[in-house]
Nanobody, 119 residues
Framework: QVLLVESGGGLVPAGGSLRLSCAAS????????MGWYRQAPGKQRELVAT???????NYADAVKGRFTISRDSAKATVYLQMNSSKPEDTAVYYC?????????????WGQGTLVTVSS
């Protein structure tokens, strides 16, 4: 069993910063790409950022230059540093990881953490 647990969400004023964390645990043999997605009220879940095992990053256009994704492979943790936040960043943020166990590979999701940016 694999578990992803996010933390760090909350209320932040427009222009402020927030750091999200997501730690993976369980019967993990390896972790490939990790990423963050978000879902705003009434909208579909969308990609925010991803990072490979080699550190290659990819960002949605809406967050480029403001958000930074990073990972600590030794801790099986991925981070999302959110700077210059905007009200439109308000959403539930979900952690995602491609995880390999000794028996299979799965696409794991966290339970989500709410980020609210006040105007």
């Amino acid at each position: 069993q694999v578990l992803l647990v996010e933390s760090g969400g909350g209320l932040v004023p427009a222009g402020g910063s927030l750091r999200l964390s997501c730690a993976a645990s369980g019967s993990i043999f390896r972790i490939d790409a990790m990423g963050w997605y978000r879902q705003a009220p009434g909208k579909q879940r969308e990609l925010v950022a991803t990072i490979t095992t080699g550190g290659t990053t990819n960002y949605a256009d809406a967050v480029k230059g403001r958000f930074t994704i990073s990972r600590d492979s030794a801790k099986a943790t991925v981070y999302l540093q959110m700077n210059s936040s905007k009200p439109e960043d308000t959403a539930v943020y979900y952690c995602n990881a491609r995880v390999g166990t000794t028996m299979y590979t799965l696409n794991a999701w966290g339970q989500g953490t709410l980020v609210t940016v006040s105007s």
